[in-house]
């Protein structure tokens, strides 16, 4: 457990991509895997690293986020010393907010300022996994690097202006950045980064000065020959939401035993904030095959490969097939579902028939009656 690392978290980073999630919330509080948000991915990750002390920096749509994370009581980060911080979004005197990564980092100077770690890990909260940040720690010590990237091998998230791609030599030092390059399979970056911190202030200091506005085309890509920059390798499970398709998808491979074990490291726990909620309630009729159900769902008709957050009602006839019924939401008798995502609090009216596509899945908004 390390005590030298200062955690910083951008949890608006990437709302884009599921547009249809992010209308009311940030991408960090988007709900995944029947209990979770988003965040508690890259903040778990931090703690279980040993960090006590994490800032949040946001943009908009932030009320959801600090209504999940409160004082970080779920994560041991309540404490007298260090603990939770949150930086709300702020214009400056020339009218310009903390809309870019520089900006967010701007904003958070007089924290880096006060902070007396030695080094600072910046992570987007845009995927599910379960990163060793203590290893990655060890890695960017051990190398001598002034920065360390985390990267993973495989098929490229859509591009974001911000993700980078990796070329590495032998020895884990990066020898190229590309930023959002054509191609498909590669080795690309998770967006999570060690920094030494005065370095960090001194970057972006300079940045500013400079109007720069992005950290990997403007800071990283452009100072590769000046700054030591590593890549360290990630080979478990990572999922970065890009679109509403893989959200989906993403969400419902969970019901493989295998995908859930590689996510839920038992050595790294995932915390969320918890409620308290009765058991799930299954009818004498109703049938569920390969699907999540959290606490609370009274399921009462058929439910296959889904994943239902809590306090769910499925009433009796109701099929739901290859969905994500988010906390709250009732279906109806005899309503039938498939490559469905509803968002909290829908109702679904009896006899309904709705139906998207495994590749273009239908959405239903917070609160709706359908």
């Known amino acids: 457990m390390r005590k030298d690392l200062l955690g910083i978290l951008f949890p608006n980073m990437g709302d884009g991509f599921v547009r249809e999630m992010t209308e009311i919330r940030c991408i960090g509080s988007v709900p995944f895997g029947a209990r979770y948000r988003l965040i508690d991915f890259a903040l778990s990750a931090m703690v279980n690293a040993g960090i006590t002390k994490v800032g949040v920096t946001t ?69 599910a996994g379960n990163i060793d940040l203590e290893a990655m720690a060890e890695s960017h010590i051990k190398n001598g690097a002034q920065v360390t990237v985390a990267y993973t091998s495989g098929k490229k998230p859509r591009a974001g202006g911000e993700r980078m791609v990796l070329k590495v030599d032998g020895g884990g030092r990066v020898t190229e950045i590309l930023i959002d390059p054509e191609e498909e399979v590669c080795d690309y970056a998770i967006n999570v980064v060690i920094m030494n911190r005065e370095l960090l202030i001194k970057i972006v200091k300079d940045a500013i000065s400079r109007n720069y506005s992005s950290l990997g085309r403007d800071i990283l890509q452009r100072n590769l020959g000046n700054l ?85 009602t499925v009433e009796k006839g ?8 988010m906390q709250g ?41 359908v």
């Not at 939770?84 to 007089?110: D, H, K, Q």
């Not at 109701?318 to 019924?325: G, T, Y």
């Not at 006899?351 to 495994?358: D, P, Y």
């Open 59 to 127: 943009k908009q749509n932030y009320r959801s986020l600090m209504d999940h994370l409160g004082s970080g009581k779920p994560w041991d980060l309540s404490r007298k010393k260090g603990g939770i911080y949150f930086f709300p979004p702020y214009t400056n005197s020339v009218g310009s907010s903390n809309s870019t990564r520089i900006g967010e980092l701007a904003s958070l100077l007089p924290f880096l300022e006060k902070s007396v770690e030695e080094y600072a890990v910046l992570s987007d909260c845009d995927f």
């Open 228 to 312: 030591k920059i590593y890549g360290w390798k990630f080979d478990g499970y990572i999922r970065v939401m890009d679109s509403m398709k893989n959200y989906l998808a993403f969400n419902l491979e969970l019901t493989d035993r295998e995908k859930r074990a590689a996510l839920f490291d038992k050595s790294r726990p995932i915390f969320t904030k918890v409620a308290d909620e009765c058991p799930a309630k299954y009818g004498l009729d109703c049938k569920v095959k390969n699907s999540l159900i959290a606490d609370g769902c009274i399921i009462d008709g058929e439910v296959e490969n889904c994943v239902l957050f809590r306090g769910v």
């Open 318 to 325: 109701a099929r739901l097939k290859n969905c994500v019924v």
């Open 329 to 369: 939401s009732h279906i109806g008798e005899n309503a039938e579902l498939s490559y469905v995502v509803t968002d909290k609090d829908v109702v679904i009216s009896p006899t309904r028939l709705l139906a998207g596509f495994e590749s273009y899945p239908a959405f239903i908004e917070k609160g709706s009656v």
